[in-house]
């Protein structure tokens, strides 16, 4: 192990350690005090899980839990171990609120309304600035309606409300008609759906499509791709979900901030990238189906995004219908809503 590294580590005020083989060979004060313990000669798989300590990526993110504590760690592989910076993850930020979600969904309500007149309006008279304008309202009612969702779940995980109504589930149906449904719609895209897996699993549907969606929508909208692969496999204990595209990826020292960045002031030339809940969602809807969330970006080759599922999830008491089963047009509107183009709008599907 590096001399130097070690001091300067020593030195530094941020949690970091150091493994070697299967152990932690080096913490730094702030990280035993972080978490409360020596961690000098632990079993590295028992603090930061298998899946994370066995990962052949060289550079990743991902979130991992201790002592119902929930830590945010950035590995970097050094000869035959990791280099790990640590951080607690904080609450839900303060401005979501009850209040503010039932406002926001009262208006939605309202523009719903609104929309559907608008309709029957353009319908008999016709007009393409009647059609136009009703278009445009519907496009912003799904774009809001996504944003809520998120900010909802949000709101809800971090008080720690029961999210989860798993039953069994066919997530390779869920994903190929995801993908499917999306391609039409951006013809200088390629989506490309492989693997076999998720068959029978037991998940929650609706969050697996929010998830789907945060993260295909992550790769149409902000990485300028013109790939991106979804894959499904199977090991023993989870199902895995992985989401890459050949895009920008993401400079190295903004990745920590991708799965708080509604904690980070924007300026303009950021106000139309919405505003950053979706990474949150994706990894509190991992873990609250007993998995985790990894994420490795490279700039100028991409971005990759691995999600984990347990395979020992019990059912909910609650059934599912069967439009929660299946990958739907309102799934595709309001997961795609800031990409869609104006005729994905023209017809009704606000019901």
């Known amino acids: ?36 313990r020596s961690l000098t000669g632990m079993n590295a798989a028992e603090l930061f899980g ?39 993850r904080q609450g839900g930020p303060e401005i979501l ?43 912003s009612y799904y774009r809001i309606l996504r944003q809520v969702e998120n900010a909802g779940f949000v709101l809800s995980f971090f008080r720690g409300e029961p999210l989860l109504n798993a039953v069994p589930c066919d997530l390779e149906s869920l994903c190929r008609g995801a993908a499917e449904a999306i391609q039409p719609f951006f013809p200088d895209v390629t989506l490309e759906y492989a693997g076999e897996g998720g ?16 993260l295909l929508a992550n790769c149409l909208i902000h990485a ?28 190295p020292e903004r990745l920590h901030q991708t799965f708080e960045r509604y904690r980070y002031p924007f300026d303009a030339m950021q106000m139309g990238m919405g505003p950053g809940l979706g990474m949150s969602v994706a990894r509190g809807i991992a873990e609250l189906h007993g998995g985790t969330l990894l994420l490795e970006s490279r700039v100028e080759r991409g971005t990759a995004v691995r999600v984990s599922i347990s395979r020992a999830l019990s059912c909910g008491s609650l059934r599912a219908d069967e439009s929660r089963l299946q990958y739907t047009t309102r799934d595709l509107l309001t997961g795609m809503a800031d990409r869609l183009p104006e005729a994905a709008f023209v017809e009704k599907y606000l019901d």
């Open 1 to 36: 192990m590096n001399d130097s590294l070690l001091k300067v580590l020593n030195l530094s005020g941020e949690a970091a350690l150091c493994t070697g083989g299967a152990v932690i060979r080096y913490a730094n004060a702030a990280a035993c005090a972080l978490l409360g």
């Open 199 to 214: 068959r029978g699993i037991v998940a929650d549907p609706a969050l697996f499509k929010l998830l789907l969606n945060n």
């Open 97 to 139: 609120n009850d209040p503010l979600l039932f406002s926001l969904r009262s208006s939605l309500m309202n523009m719903g309304i609104a929309a559907d007149s608008l309709r029957s309006l353009s319908e008999k008279q016709g007009g393409e600035a009647l059609r136009r304008n009703m278009a445009s309202l519907t496009n």
């Open 224 to 251: 300028d791709c013109s790939l991106v692969r979804i894959r499904l496999s199977e090991t023993p204990q989870s199902t895995l979900l992985s989401v890459t595209d050949d895009g920008c990826g993401i400079p």
């Open 50 to 88: 298998k899946e994370l300590t066995g990962s052949q990526s060289a550079n990743f993110i991902a979130d991992f839990t201790v002592d119902a504590r929930r830590f945010t760690g950035r590995f970097s592989r050094q000869e035959q171990g990791w280099l790990v910076f640590l951080n607690e």
